[in-house]
Protein backbone atom coordinates (compact mmCIF):
# COMPACT_ATOMS: atom_id res chain seq x y z
CA UNK A 1 0.00 0.00 0.00
CA UNK A 2 1.25 3.64 -0.98
CA UNK A 3 1.60 5.86 1.52
CA UNK A 4 2.75 9.58 1.66
CA UNK A 5 2.53 11.26 5.19
CA UNK A 6 3.11 14.78 5.41
CA UNK A 7 4.24 16.90 8.59
CA UNK A 8 5.60 20.11 9.25
CA UNK A 9 2.41 22.26 8.36
CA UNK A 10 1.31 25.29 10.85
CA UNK A 11 1.43 28.57 11.13
CA UNK A 12 4.03 31.76 10.91
CA UNK A 13 3.85 35.20 10.20
CA UNK A 14 5.02 36.67 6.73
CA UNK A 15 8.36 36.37 6.24
CA UNK A 16 8.90 33.33 8.33
CA UNK A 17 9.88 29.60 7.62
CA UNK A 18 8.65 26.36 7.47
CA UNK A 19 9.95 22.98 6.81
CA UNK A 20 7.53 20.70 5.12
CA UNK A 21 8.64 16.87 5.43
CA UNK A 22 6.48 14.21 3.57
CA UNK A 23 7.63 10.05 4.29
CA UNK A 24 6.96 7.27 1.22
CA UNK A 25 6.03 3.80 1.62
CA UNK A 26 4.82 1.44 -0.75
CA UNK A 27 6.47 2.08 -4.05
CA UNK A 28 9.93 2.39 -5.27
CA UNK A 29 10.90 5.98 -4.06
CA UNK A 30 14.84 6.35 -5.50
CA UNK A 31 12.80 5.91 -9.32
CA UNK A 32 10.06 7.76 -8.12
CA UNK A 33 9.44 11.47 -9.27
CA UNK A 34 8.90 13.51 -6.17
CA UNK A 35 6.57 17.02 -6.03
CA UNK A 36 4.75 19.03 -4.08
CA UNK A 37 1.46 21.22 -4.79
CA UNK A 38 -0.86 23.46 -2.75
CA UNK A 39 -4.43 23.95 -3.15
CA UNK A 40 -6.77 26.71 -1.42
CA UNK A 41 -10.62 26.36 -1.45
CA UNK A 42 -12.25 26.81 -4.51
CA UNK A 43 -9.01 27.09 -6.84
CA UNK A 44 -7.33 24.62 -9.22
CA UNK A 45 -4.49 23.03 -7.59
CA UNK A 46 -1.06 24.61 -8.14
CA UNK A 47 2.15 22.39 -8.64
CA UNK A 48 5.17 24.05 -6.89
CA UNK A 49 8.20 21.49 -7.29
CA UNK A 50 9.32 18.35 -7.88
CA UNK A 51 12.82 16.78 -7.87
CA UNK A 52 13.59 13.57 -10.31
CA UNK A 53 15.44 10.57 -9.29
CA UNK A 54 18.31 11.81 -10.89
CA UNK A 55 17.90 14.81 -8.75
CA UNK A 56 16.96 17.59 -10.84
CA UNK A 57 14.16 20.17 -9.65
CA UNK A 58 11.76 22.49 -10.78
CA UNK A 59 10.36 25.36 -9.42
CA UNK A 60 6.68 27.18 -9.89
CA UNK A 61 7.83 30.85 -10.65
CA UNK A 62 5.29 31.88 -7.49
CA UNK A 63 7.36 29.94 -5.15
CA UNK A 64 10.98 30.01 -7.02
CA UNK A 65 13.96 31.62 -4.58
CA UNK A 66 12.45 31.46 -1.50
CA UNK A 67 10.85 27.27 -1.40
CA UNK A 68 13.97 24.69 -2.30
CA UNK A 69 13.05 21.11 -2.71
CA UNK A 70 15.11 17.80 -1.23
CA UNK A 71 15.32 14.72 -0.62
CA UNK A 72 17.04 11.68 1.36
CA UNK A 73 16.68 8.49 -0.64
CA UNK A 74 17.80 6.62 2.88
CA UNK A 75 14.92 7.66 5.08
CA UNK A 76 12.73 7.78 1.67
CA UNK A 77 11.78 11.62 3.06
CA UNK A 78 11.38 14.67 0.47
CA UNK A 79 11.31 17.57 1.96
CA UNK A 80 10.05 21.53 1.20
CA UNK A 81 11.67 24.02 2.55
CA UNK A 82 9.70 27.46 2.49
CA UNK A 83 11.61 30.79 3.28
CA UNK A 84 10.25 34.79 3.21
CA UNK A 85 6.62 33.38 3.68
CA UNK A 86 3.70 35.25 2.55
CA UNK A 87 0.31 35.35 3.27
CA UNK A 88 -1.10 34.17 -0.52
CA UNK A 89 1.38 31.12 0.30
CA UNK A 90 -1.75 29.80 3.13
CA UNK A 91 -3.02 26.47 1.36
CA UNK A 92 -3.06 22.51 1.73
CA UNK A 93 0.07 21.37 0.57
CA UNK A 94 0.38 17.81 -0.90
CA UNK A 95 3.25 15.50 -1.41
CA UNK A 96 3.04 14.04 -4.80
CA UNK A 97 5.13 11.04 -5.95
CA UNK A 98 4.77 9.36 -9.74
CA UNK A 99 6.96 6.64 -11.32
CA UNK A 100 6.65 8.86 -14.64
CA UNK A 101 7.80 12.47 -14.66
CA UNK A 102 5.62 14.88 -12.53
CA UNK A 103 3.53 17.59 -15.04
CA UNK A 104 0.46 18.54 -13.44
CA UNK A 105 -0.67 17.89 -9.85
CA UNK A 106 -4.17 16.61 -11.10
CA UNK A 107 -2.12 13.67 -13.33
CA UNK A 108 -0.26 12.49 -10.19
CA UNK A 109 -0.61 9.00 -8.89
CA UNK A 110 -0.08 8.98 -5.63
CA UNK A 111 -0.73 12.15 -3.23
CA UNK A 112 -0.64 12.40 0.42
CA UNK A 113 -3.20 13.75 3.49
CA UNK A 114 -2.36 17.49 2.73
CA UNK A 115 -1.08 19.81 5.83
CA UNK A 116 -2.48 22.97 6.33
CA UNK A 117 -0.01 26.24 6.04
CA UNK A 118 -1.31 29.76 7.45
CA UNK A 119 0.81 32.71 6.86
CA UNK A 120 -0.50 35.86 8.72
CA UNK A 121 0.42 39.68 7.74
Known amino acids: EVQLVESGGGSVQAGGSLRLSCTAS????????MGWYRQTPGNECELLSTISSDGSTTYADSVKGRFTISQDNAKNTVYLQMNSLKPEDTAVYYC???????????????WGQGTQVTVSS
Open 26 to 33: GFTFDDSD
Open 96 to 110: AADPLPILHCTTVQY
